[in-house]
């Protein structure tokens, strides 16, 4: 792997300005899931080391909150440009961690790069409120404060961007930060630490740790310094954290499973909805919480929706990142790849049609390739469960109550997607889908200024927008005293 600042690859923690190694020496490898190159290591540290970590945390806390707004929102700044600064080599890095293909890697840059932004221009928003007085006598109001050392865990999904996009809050309400990244993704987060420093930001602001990861969320999720937890991940293993954090009652922000549906109605064009279909199945290899997992057509337009769609599959292009031309890369190991095959089977042996998809075409060991299923059934794991994989698997439907039931039946609820040009249908799918996000002809939903996030058991709270910034700010209330009462005279 070749960068152009080779002082952005680097092995080791980064804990008080920092770069840490184990104490007891031992290392994690990581891999290139392309071809299962070795990239390097990355430190296992002890639990002594992670203490140390939320001691400068807890340190750097007590002077970082009570920087101005407006410093603070210009040392946030500084992090932005050097990210933009830097545009290649991170997005070389994901190439390599990831595999993700180089376009798609360069703007993940772009968009973590944007929640820096907005939350350093939020930073300088933050403001109490003075309250109707009830009490005679008194000015009651309300300030906001940092809610301080937060943990930050983070997916290898997308690895950038999932840091900044808390982090970047974190920072802007006053908070000192831990990131723990993915162990199969570290490296772009250790170069996040590396223009953190860069751009100025105090030693023990933001701190990046490694090591095992049931064993260091759980001495995050048990310490009672840390006031406040943010998790992007599975649903299964955030509802381990939440439980973890009961003992010493923590904020906990989490943004969990998805299990999209993406309805079409029959008044569309057929070829655009398909396309928009396939971008919003395929992005990321399909390893995104917000792919479209579960596609219904209409039955009216179903076989001619297959036919479009199919013929969009057949030209996607499966390669390496840093191949021009790739569409799919590589899955994030070969679990991955086993998942995806168990829920290709498990449809067909239930009697889910094979359009496309033939896996003995796979380039290397951890890829999957783009695979459509037709005639899937409600039944199926593949349904059920969300893929994390290149899987679209299509459905009919015949009237909207039976397909606003259907999209609803699982217990995620994050993302949907409906395509139609009916206004009436678009206002009662946005009512009644049971999603915290909903987008209408379209696949892009997402961007600083959005409240990202979902309902049922896919989280808590929201990262980005107006209201992304709350999760780390503590709301008090003061009622002032001993003031003048009310003077009433009469005509």
């Known amino acids: 792997m070749k960068l152009e600042d080779p002082r952005l690859f680097r092995h080791f923690a980064w804990i008080n300005g920092e770069w840490s190694h184990s104490l007891s020496g031992r290392e994690q490898p990581v891999y290139n899931p392309d071809d299962n190159s070795l990239l390097g290591y990355i430190p296992l540290l002890e639990p002594e080391q992670i203490d140390h970590a939320v001691d400068a ?42 595999g993700k293909p180089r376009r798609e890697a360069e703007g993940e840059v772009d968009y973590a790069a944007s929640f820096i932004r907005w939350f350093a221009e939020e930073a300088v928003r933050i403001n109490g409120e003075t309250l109707s007085v009830q009490i005679d006598g008194t000015l009651p109001g309300t ?85 406040a937890l943010s998790f992007t991940g599975s649903t299964r293993v955030g509802k381990l954290l939440l439980a973890q954090c009961a003992g010493s009652v923590k904020r906990v922000s989490l943004e969990l499973g998805g299990n999209a549906p993406f309805v079409v109605a029959p008044d ?47 030209e996607l292009r499966v390669g390496p990142g840093d191949c021009p031309n790739s569409d799919i ?88 997607y409906l395509w139609t040009h009916d206004r009436r249908r678009v206002w009662r799918y946005i009512r009644e889908l049971e999603f915290g996000m909903v987008a209408v002809n379209s696949v892009k939903m997402t961007g600083p200024t959005v409240p990202f996030g979902g309902i049922k058991q896919s989280g ?5 927008g107006r209201t992304g910034i709350d999760e780390y700010l503590n709301t008090r209330y003061f009622c002032l005293g001993g003031l003048p009462g009310p003077s009433v005279t009469g005509a």
Request: charged letters at 20%; one cysteine or more.
């Open 329 to 416: 890369g590589p899955l994030i190991h070969r679990d991955a790849v086993e998942k995806a095959n168990a829920l290709v089977d498990d449809a067909l042996s239930r009697g889910a049609r094979l359009v496309h998809g033939d896996q003995r075409q796979a380039p290397g060991n951890n890829y999957f390739m783009p695979t459509l299923l037709a005639g899937v059934t409600p039944e199926m794991r593949v349904w059920q469960e969300e893929s994390f994989a290149p899987i679209a698997i299509v459905a009919a439907w015949q009237d909207d109550d039976e397909v606003i039931a259907q999209a609803n039946a699982t217990e995620y609820g994050l993302a949907a």
């Open 268 to 314: 569309v064009d057929v070829d655009e909805a398909a396309a928009a279909a396939v971008d919003a199945r395929f992005q990321t290899s399909g390893q995104d919480c917000l792919a479209a997992n579960r596609i219904m057509v209409h039955q009216q337009i179903y076989d001619a929706f297959i036919e479009a769609f199919s013929a969009r599959v057949r």
């Open 143 to 227: 300030i906001k404060e940092p809610v301080g050392v937060c943990a930050l865990i983070t997916p290898w999904n997308f690895p950038l961007a999932m840091i900044t996009r808390k982090a970047a809050a974190a920072l802007a309400a006053g908070c000192s930060v831990l990131v723990k990244p993915a162990n199969e993704t570290p490296y772009s987060a250790l170069a996040l630490a590396e223009l953190a420093e860069r751009a100025g930001l105090p030693a023990g602001v933001f701190n990046v740790i490694t090591g095992e990861p049931e064993a260091v969320c759980a001495q995050l999720c048990s310490e009672p310094r840390i006031r």
């Open 460 to 464: 808590l709270g929201r990262e980005g």
């Open 57 to 98: 945390a807890e340190q750097a806390l007590a002077g970082w909150r009570r920087i101005r707004a407006d410093r603070r929102a210009a040392l946030l700044m500084a992090w932005y440009q050097q990210l933009l600064d830097h545009r290649s080599d991170l997005a070389t890095l994901l190439v390599n961690e990831q």
